[in-house]
């Protein structure tokens, strides 16, 4: 052993260029552009070809955090839309890192026209012992006409929308989730748009919105709307919501993610311009009786909608202040 340290004593600059030559090949010299099928088909395999993934080319960063940098990125799944993004960022999590919790960062560019930043760990356990998992996610100027294309809207979306959203999540949903969200969509352009209602399908006009902002709450299976605010003052609609609202998060079919709504408490004031009255007077036809007040420069109703699921008309009630 006495030799063996004397050896590396002797030779400390031969092994220190050693361990210097061999972190420049792992980091730059490294062929990890040739890594792409293999990754591709062993995220396939052991996936059971649920998730299929593919970029151009492959890079490893030091800083501010060691991780891999991935070029054009195609995702697909059975479990959620197409994904296609010009960058993609994953590292380690510094939280899950700092206590001692598994967890990753991914940072993605180019993402439906903008910036999606998430970060997982693990954290506090359920009642059946299973790890929930901390997410945070910040998205920055994503294309609204992206997202509706995506997700298969039924309707047309032109603008920008941020979101930041974090929450406590059991991925079994054994329990159900407590988070916190906050999105605001800029110069917002709705066309061709229509609703399922008991009635049938109700088409609404097309509207242009200066902003439309979002924040609530989520805890125990109850959604608390803070603030829904739809347009602005100087828009031809401006609409204002707030109350709570029951949601069950539960898995079906082994993989699958359901959102199920039931009862709900909501206060409305919705203010219109006479241009939007024209070309929603069959929509705003329905709402006659809750009109509060009247005049050239617009309407404004007042009401309370609640009901215990969205299956059925919902029960209606003027309010006489928002």
């Known amino acids: 052993m006495k030799s063996f340290f004397s050896i590396l004593r002797n030779n400390k600059k031969k092994v220190f260029l050693f361990i210097f030559l061999y972190i420049i090949f792992i980091f730059v010299l490294f062929p990890y552009s040739d890594l792409g099928s293999l990754v591709t088909s062993q995220v396939a395999k052991q996936t059971g ?29 059975m479990q959620f839309p197409e994904i296609k993004c010009e960058e993609l960022k994953v590292a380690p999590s ?20 903008g910036d999606v930043s998430l970060s997982v760990h693990g954290t506090s356990k359920t009642k059946a012992g299973s790890l929930k ?46 988070a ?13 748009a229509s609703i399922a209602t008991p009635l049938g399908s109700l088409n609404l006009p097309d509207t242009k919105l200066q902003e439309l902002i979002l924040k609530g709450q989520l805890h125990g299976g109850e959604l608390n709307l803070e603030k829904v605010q739809i347009g602005t003052a100087t828009d031809e609609l401006f609409a204002q919501i707030r109350g709570t609202m029951n949601v069950k998060i539960q898995t079906y079919g082994g ?3 359901a959102f199920i709504p039931s009862g709900y ?14 070309k929603a007077g069959l ?10 007040s009247s005049s050239q420069k617009g309407s404004e109703y007042l009401f309370k909608a609640s009901g215990s699921d969205f299956y059925n008309p919902p029960r209606l009630t003027p309010l006489n202040t928002f």
């Open 49 to 77: 070809n649920q998730l299929y993934i593919k970029f151009d080319k492959m890079n490893l960063s030091l800083f501010p955090t060691p991780g891999f940098n991935l070029d054009h990125v195609l995702i697909k799944s």
């Open 94 to 113: 510094i939280m899950g890192l700092l206590s001692f919790r598994p967890g990753v960062s991914v940072q993605a560019s180019g993402l439906m026209g």
């Open 133 to 178: 998992q901390s997410i945070s996610l910040e998205t920055e100027s994503i294309d609204l006409s992206q997202v509706a294309n995506q997700l298969n809207l039924p309707m047309n979306l032109d603008g920008k929308m941020n979101l930041n959203a974090k929450g406590i999540i059991d991925p079994a949903f054994t329990e159900q989730p407590d």
């Open 180 to 192: 916190e969200l906050d999105a605001k969509a800029v110069r917002l352009n709705i066309t061709s």
């Open 255 to 257: 993989n699958q993610v």
């Open 265 to 278: 408490d909501l206060s409305v004031q919705i203010k219109t311009k006479p241009s939007y009255e024209t």
């Open 283 to 292: 929509f705003l036809g329905f709402l006659d009786q809750y009109k509060k």
